[in-house]
């Protein structure tokens, strides 16, 4: 199944009723993602297995003023930057629910607060839910421990060679194999690749026909599950935000008035997963004019006082910023 094979909805969008009686509902599901601490963390309800969401009511003025009522509501969180991800509409990833749900999902960046409302919210990081993606400090042991095994008998399982072939090459592909590189941004293809070899909990759910090799795997299996699709949600909003932090000054969205270049540069680490190299990643954003000297220090560094900067929100209104891609490193 083609990872993308969901059509992006338009702000114009008329939707079927929930009490359609072609069993239709419409769900806004909300993807609200800050950083604390270094680490980049979603809100979440449900016992922390699903992203805040609710139906869209034919009394939302907007696809999106229906979505920040529902968040307000069970969060209490106001929501700021907000952006449009995808509709996904496949009705065999929906569970065995009668009705069909077709998911209309937004990213909102953010910092993190306490949430409350008509559920218990809480923040949670999301390599929790996708422990393969957090390469800062390597590859995670799990990739080869468990995942390649997993992957090499969904290989084996083909019909035939060329059937083999190129399941082994899209494996490659997405998880770094056989001297490949590691692409930060296909999150949703792994996601959708893990899947499909049914090495995740979602993937068996009302399908009694599993694979040997699934089986073995999947009691091991690291990476928290969730309701529905909203675990294959969460990986088209970490992809959408790992390929708009390197043209678009988003990570802005997420960091607090004041903050130290190491603050930003460990932000975007954990937004991608990856390292940055330091001394090109400050002569990027100098170039980019979108920082300013506050003429203040922090003292909560563990060493020498470091500067404190503030974004610049008029350069970047007045201006284009052109799209520059991150010194990421290849550790």
């Not at 909102?108 to 839910?129: C, I, K, V």
Request: net charge positive; hydrophobic share 40%.
């Amino acid at each position: 199944m083609d990872p993308l094979d969901s059509t992006k909805s338009k702000a114009n969008t008329r939707l079927t009723a929930r009490s359609s009686p072609h069993g239709i509902a419409a769900d806004l599901i909300a993807v609200l993602v800050a950083v604390t601490s270094g680490q980049p963390r979603v809100l979440t309800i449900q016992d922390q297995r699903a992203l805040p969401s609710g139906p869209f009511e034919l009394a939302h003025r907007s696809l999106q003023s229906g979505l920040r009522a529902w968040v307000q509501r069970q969060t209490r969180l106001p929501l700021g930057y907000v952006e449009q991800l995808y509709t996904f509409a496949d009705r065999d990833r929906a569970g065995a629910a009668a009705q069909h749900v077709i998911s209309i999902s937004y990213l909102g960046l953010t910092r993190e607060q306490p949430a409350f409302g008509e559920h218990e919210a809480s923040w949670r990081g999301w390599y929790d839910y996708f422990p393969w993606e957090d390469h800062r400090v390597g590859p995670p042991p799990l990739i080869e421990k468990i995942l390649q095994p997993g992957l090499k008998a969904w290989i084996s399982a083909a019909s035939d060679r060329a059937a083999q072939g190129f399941r082994r090459q899209r494996a490659a592909t997405l998880f770094g194999f056989e001297e490949h590189g590691w692409n930060e941004e296909l999150v949703l293809q792994r996601y959708e690749l893990l899947y499909e070899a049914r090495l995740i909990p979602e993937a068996m759910r009302g399908n009694s026909s599993t694979s040997k090799s699934a089986n073995a795997v999947l009691p091991d299996l690291p990476g928290k599950p969730m309701i529905l699709d909203h675990r294959r949600i969460l990986a088209t909003g970490i992809a959408r935000l790992r390929a708009k932090i390197k043209y678009h000054p988003v990570v802005f969205e997420l960091m607090p008035d004041t903050f130290t270049l190491l603050q930003l540069q460990r932000c975007v680490e954990a937004l991608a997963g990856r390292l940055v190299h330091k001394p090109n990643f400050r002569r990027l954003i100098e170039q980019q004019e979108l920082i300013e000297e506050t003429g203040e220090t922090s003292q909560n560094t563990g060493g020498r006082p470091a500067k404190l900067f503030r974004f610049r929100r008029a350069v970047f209104a007045e201006r284009a910023i052109a799209g520059t891609k991150l010194p990421i490193t290849g550790a």
